[in-house]
C-alpha cells in the first residue's frame, strides 16, 4: 500500500516537472477537475504549509499535487496520501485553501471534517507547544504533574526530526534483528536505554518505523507541555529526553512539575524559564 502511494506521489512529481505547457496553460488545462481558482488556493496553501515535506516542493510540483488532491472524490484522504501528513494537518491545509473560497461545493466537501478543526482553533489549549499534535485530546492524569485535567498529546521524539530520525531506524534494522542492541542504541543515537515498545516489527519498513513515532506519546497537561518545550529544543527532546523519566531527570522541569502538581486545574500557571 505504501509502495503504490510512494509510487502515484513520484509520477505526480515527474509530471509537474517535465510538463511542457506553460503552468498558466496548464491551470486553464485542469478545470475539468476544479476551477483554476480553487486549484492556486489549494498549490498556494500546500507550498506554504509547515506540514510534513511541503516546504520542499516547488511552485510546479505544488500544482501537480493540488490537481491530483481536487479530482479525487475524498479531499482530506487524498492530501494525506500525496503530502504524507496526519489527518487533522490535512484538514489545516484544505482549510486555509478554501476559508475564503466562494465555491461552496470545496468548502461543503471539507465542511464536516473543518468542524472539529475549528472548534479546537477556538480552544486556547490547542496550542500548548510547538508540537503539531498538541491539541486537546482528554481528560486524564498529566505524566507529569499527576494532575486530573485536560490533556494534549506530545510527541517524545518530536515530529520535525523524524526524517533523521527514521534513517537512524533503517540504519539499525540489521543489528536489532541481530539482538545486538548495543549497536543499535549507538546507531540510533537516543539516550541510555531504547525507546519503550521497540519490536522487530518497527524495523520492517518505513511506514512501521513511522506508526512508531507517532504511537510514541505521552499525555500532557498544557502547563507542563510548555514547560518541556521551552527548557529544550527539539533536537535535545529527541535524543536525550525521549521519555517520562528522562524528562524528570531535568532539573528545571522536575522543579516545575513539583511546583505545578500543586496547583489547581484550571488555576493560570506561569512557565517562566529557568
Known sequence: MHRTKTN??????????????????????SSSAASAARLIQLSSAI??????????????????????ILEADDFAAATREFLDVS?????????????????QDSQASVSDENNEVLEFDDDEDSNASEDSAD?????????????????????LIPKCTWK?????????????????????????DLGDT???????????????IKLFLASYTANLCRACHSCVHSNHSNKELAERYN????????????KFCKWQSKQKPGKPSFNKKR
Open 243 to 254: 521519555s517520562i523519566e528522562q524528562l524528570l531527570a531535568d532539573e528545571r522541569i522536575r
Open 87 to 103: 489527518s487533522h494537518e490535512s484538514r489545516s491545509i484544505l482549510k486555509t485553501a478554501f476559508s475564503n473560497a466562494d465555491d
Open 47 to 68: 507550498q506554504s504549509s509547515p506540514f510534513g515535506n511541503c516546504y520542499t516542493y516547488s511552485e510546479e510540483e505544488c500544482i501537480g499535487i493540488a490537481e491530483e
Open 135 to 155: 491539541a486537546y485530546i482528554q481528560e486524564g492524569e498529566c505524566e507529569l504533574c499527576e494532575r486530573e485535567m485536560r490533556l494534549s498529546q506530545h510527541h
Open 164 to 188: 533523521n530520525i527514521k534513517q537512524r531506524f533503517l540504519s539499525a534494522a540489521k543489528p536489532y534483528r541481530e539482538s545486538n542492541f548495543k549497536e543499535v542504541r549507538e546507531i540510533l
Open 194 to 208: 531504547l525507546p519503550e515498545g521497540l519490536s522487530s516489527r518497527t524495523f520492517t519498513s518505513g511506514v512501521s
Open 8 to 29: 502515484k506521489k513520484s509520477e505526480v512529481l515527474k509530471s509537474t516537472c517535465t510538463s511542457e505547457y506553460p503552468k498558466e496553460e496548464r491551470l486553464t488545462a
